[in-house]
């Protein structure tokens, strides 16, 4: 699977779009961009996935660019609920095997 | 259930001893997942099971580490003659279907954090 690259931490104001960038430059056509979190003490949450096109659901939107080389999270309007460690993973769609979780994006919602 | 159950939650055992962890994962789920997550550190893969092929025991640290699956559903996570650093949170997660893009992904269980002393 691809490695990707993100800001070890970043700040939010709560209530604010926040905004977390992923650099996937080595994307190979068949992986997808998976977006987890992990608040304190509990397992990663799923948030979100996408192939090319943008996607948006109740929790998140996905910004994938054209040349899919990186992507960006966007949360719109933070809440302290929000705080958590977020990691972008790329992974083969043909493959049925793990998730390869990096050191993900340490986001602090602050009121 | 309605989602990935995962017992104990929480396990102090002394150096040396066996510990097996459970993992039951959301009914239907042909994908299992074992994790481990040391202590500020990320997770680090250690094992996937699919309906009835050999698993992917890639990521097992050592022949300590051992996990089965039966009857495709409930797996069981042993470490034998645990020590320290085998400390961490284990996690286990479960997927509808192998591929990705399909159904929403992984669930995650809440883990079991090990304690070796």
């Known amino acids: 699977d691809a490695k990707t690259t993100q800001p070890p931490s970043m700040d939010c104001a709560e209530g604010r779009a926040a905004n977390l960038p992923c650099n996937h430059s080595?994307?190979?056509?068949?992986?997808?961009v998976y977006w987890y979190r992990q608040i304190h003490s509990q397992g990663p949450q799923y948030i979100i996935h996408?192939?090319?096109n943008n996607e948006t659901n109740e929790m998140a939107s996905l910004i994938i660019t054209e040349d899919r080389k990186s992507s960006t999270l966007i949360l719109p309007h933070a809440t302290l609920r929000d705080t958590a460690v977020y990691y972008c993973?790329?992974?083969?769609?043909?493959?049925?095997?793990?998730?390869?979780f990096g050191g993900g994006t340490r986001v602090l919602v602050k009121p | 259930g309605a989602g990935v159950s995962q017992s104990p939650s929480n396990k102090v055992t002394e150096k040396g001893k066996d510990v097996e962890l459970r993992c039951d994962p959301i009914?239907?789920?042909?994908?299992l997942y074992w994790y481990r997550q040391s202590l500020g550190q990320g997770l680090e893969f250690l094992i996937y099971?699919?309906?009835?092929?050999?698993?992917?025991k890639s990521g097992l640290p050592s022949d300590r580490f051992s996990a089965e699956r039966t009857g495709g559903s409930v797996s069981t996570l042993t470490i034998q003659r645990t020590q320290q650093e085998d400390s961490a949170v284990y996690l286990c997660a479960s997927s509808l279907a192998p591929r990705a893009g399909r159904g929403n992904g992984y669930t995650f269980g809440s883990g079991t954090r090990l304690t070796v002393v």
């Open positions: 009914s239907g789920h042909t994908a």
């Open positions: 080595t994307i190979s056509g068949n992986e997808y």
């Open positions: 099971f699919q309906g009835n092929s050999a698993p992917d």
């Open positions: 996408g192939l090319k």
């Open positions: 993973i790329v992974r083969v769609g043909a493959a049925g095997n793990k998730l390869t």
